[in-house]
């Protein structure tokens, strides 16, 4: 089918098939969740959790290896200039267990903890973030996650190894024509025999281009003795009928290995589906619950390398008798990517490590992390450039050759753009989040909202919702935040004071599930098409969770004797900034344009300013907005490389 042919989907639909995908059930705590909820559970996260004594050893010895590999193994110019990894360097982090960080040692992994691994991929993007990208597609989302969450015995014994050491895997999900809308998937897996007969074309499979095994997603047709649905499949890449038809290339990441992939007619043994048929959507979803923090790790990286280089450059550059650091102006853009990047290393370890405890539900979490982490790191890397000024704005290698230091500032900033997409945009996430953050109230009062509910269905959804409401509501009139001495522990001696954070950060909260339940009650069934509302909600939650785990790591930093008194400076100033954030989100609320907004919008689709658009020539070439993904046999050569 063509791209335009793309069976049509319903909004209902769409929404259906993404809800199924869900965790329907919360089997653990939440600390987000709570918070949404007006709930601010100090006690789930405070004390700060601690990895084990082994599990730091061994984080800590492969980390050693790790850098010295960075330092003497990887030609991050080369990559750059080349737009490719190296054959001998993917070859390199072969030899070292690069591939297998995550993976059992049992199946010749290294057997890292989700902190630690974290770690290495923020060391390695440091250096190239090609190559943290690739280790992240590889085992964030790639084979090893799913097969480890719900693989069977066989499929972990068959594949792991291989994962650990020798081949490289890749998650295709994505269509010419198909993006966060999974409803619309078009590639099909038809049961044949003892297997299935796999046909479509996958778009943006990072890895693709040099992987060895896929994890595909792909519609089984429901038939007698088949479910149907969306499903999970492991497909060797040098199957007959599997061709990479083009190595795309980005604004940043340039050597990113990512293809288009065409299927014809391959046959995948039953053996290699993953799960049940039409489990393969949440097999992805939960997948991406720890997937997700891979993306964050390699952006708090990424501030910490800015405020390096932000560090030396304002204390060498002169301008008007002292230091540019000294100017007021640049001092704050310092100030900020300082405070920010123990934020976002507070958020990252903090996620981690109640990942690696898995005493918590960590799904929003884990996507709070990825949302703030993507959208801070672009602002960081922003603001580097121009304290850089021109030299921001040169390239490294224009750098070097007028004799100046090679700093990459803005490649930093193309490669870091694609994070705010990746992995689900910040307007998905902000979907995601806001329906995670309204669970509750939708277990008990959505039926009062679904238009297919009979009128008996309502009153019983009436009866459930106001026994909710009348223990809850009470709850978000008074709290701790309004207790002067409340978290009185974050006010040590000698210390910055940050017990007024965590009692703004809970007044704040129950404000939030205030203002929550009033849309709900306003809008109702309207709520889930007021984007701009809801996005601002969940980035008011993004604030007040990073402020949190920025003050709990403050604390636990000041208990183990590292650098204390700098952690709360660092805590309250990035505190101090997060509020103001959170009280322009707060009144933008309902201060905003965004009914307006939408009435410009329809007069653009309508063209009725088209004629603003005169006076201008457009450089686009031709072609279809959205290629021709019609299954078939490739007509283009092979341009996969096996390493």
Not at 201 to 216: E, H, I, R
Request: glycine letters at 10%; charged letters at 25%.
């Amino acid at each position: 089918m063509t791209a335009s042919s793309v069976r049509p989907v319903s909004e209902r639909e769409a929404r259906r098939v993404a809800e199924a995908a869900r965790e329907q059930v919360w089997h653990k705590p939440s600390f987000a969740k709570e918070l949404f909820l007006g709930r601010f559970r100090l006690d789930l996260i405070h004390p700060h959790p601690a990895p084990a004594p082994d599990d730091v050893r061994r984080g800590e010895k492969f980390l050693e290896k790790l850098r010295e590999f960075c330092e003497t193994g990887i030609d991050a110019a080369r990559i750059e200039r080349e737009a490719k990894i190296p054959d001998e360097t993917i070859e390199g982090l072969k030899e070292l267990g690069a591939l297998g960080m995550k993976i059992d040692p049992k199946y010749g992994g290294a057997g890292l903890t989700q902190v630690y691994y974290n770690k290495a991929l923020a060391l390695v993007s440091s250096v190239s973030p090609a190559i943290g990208a690739l280790l992240s597609a590889h085992q964030s989302i790639g084979v090893p996650q799913p097969l480890k969450l719900f693989g069977t015995q066989e499929q972990k014994d068959i594949f792991l190894p291989r994962c650990a050491r020798t081949d490289i895997s890749a998650f295709l999900l994505t269509e010419p024509d198909v993006g966060s809308d999974p409803a619309r998937l078009a590639t099909t897996a038809v049961p044949e025999g003892d297997g299935y007969i796999l046909d479509g074309v996958k778009l943006w499979t990072t890895n693709g281009v040099v992987a060895d095994l896929l994890v595909v997603m792909a519609r089984v047709p429901a038939s007698e003795g088949h479910k149907g649905g969306i499903t999970a499949f492991i497909v060797e890449t040098a199957s007959e009928g599997v061709t990479v038809e083009n190595r795309n290339a980005f604004m940043g990441l340039r050597g990113l290995e990512n293809g288009v992939t065409r299927f014809h007619r391959v046959r995948v043994p039953a053996a290699n589906r993953i799960g049940p048929e039409g489990a393969g959507l949440k097999i992805a979803l939960t997948t991406l619950n720890t997937g997700r923090l891979s993306l964050p790790a390699m952006c708090a990286g990424s501030g910490k390398w800015c405020l390096k280089i932000a560090r030396e450059w304002s204390a060498a550059r002169e301008q008007w008798g002292k230091p540019i650091a000294r100017h007021e102006a640049v001092g704050a853009k310092i100030s900020f990517i300082a405070a920010t990047t123990f934020a976002l290393e507070a958020v990252i370890d903090l996620a981690s490590q109640m990942a690696d405890e898995d005493r918590n539900d960590i799904r929003i979490e884990a996507a709070l992390a990825k949302l703030y982490g993507s959208e801070m790191a672009w602002v960081m890397a922003d603001e580097l450039v121009q304290i850089r000024g021109g030299r921001g704005f040169e390239t490294a290698a224009s750098l070097a050759a007028r004799g100046e230091r090679a700093v990459p500032a803005e490649q930093m900033l193309r490669d870091l753009r694609i994070n705010r997409i990746f992995e689900g945009s910040t307007e998905i996430m902000h979907l995601l989040i806001a329906r995670e953050a309204v669970d509750a109230h939708l277990s008990v009062a959505g039926d009062l909202i679904d238009p297919d509910k009979s009128l008996s269905d309502k009153g019983k959804a009436a009866a459930k919702a106001g026994g909710f409401y009348a223990r809850w509501l009470p709850g978000l009139v008074t709290g701790p935040g309004q207790l002067p001495r409340a978290y009185a522990e974050f006010r040590p001696p000698g210390h910055r004071d940050l017990s007024p954070h965590l009692r703004y950060v809970e007044r704040s909260a129950r404000k939030l599930a205030r203002t929550t339940f009033y849309a709900m009650s306003r809008w109702q069934g309207r709520m889930e098409t007021k984007q701009g509302f809801l996005g601002r909600i969940v980035d008011i939650g993004a604030e007040l969770f990073a402020m949190s785990a920025a003050c709990v790591r403050a604390e636990m930093l000041r208990t183990t004797g590292d650098h204390g008194a700098e952690a709360y400076q660092l805590a309250d100033v990035f505190c101090r900034q997060a509020r103001i954030r959170a009280e322009e989100l707060f009144a933008r609320l309902w201060t905003n344009t965004d009914e307006l907004d939408r009435k410009v919008v329809s007069g653009v689709l309508a063209g009725s300013y088209t004629w603003l658009e005169e006076g201008v020539l457009d450089p686009s070439g031709d072609g279809p907005w959205i290629a021709d993904a019609t299954p078939g046999p490739a007509t283009k050569e092979n341009v996969h490389r096996r390493v």
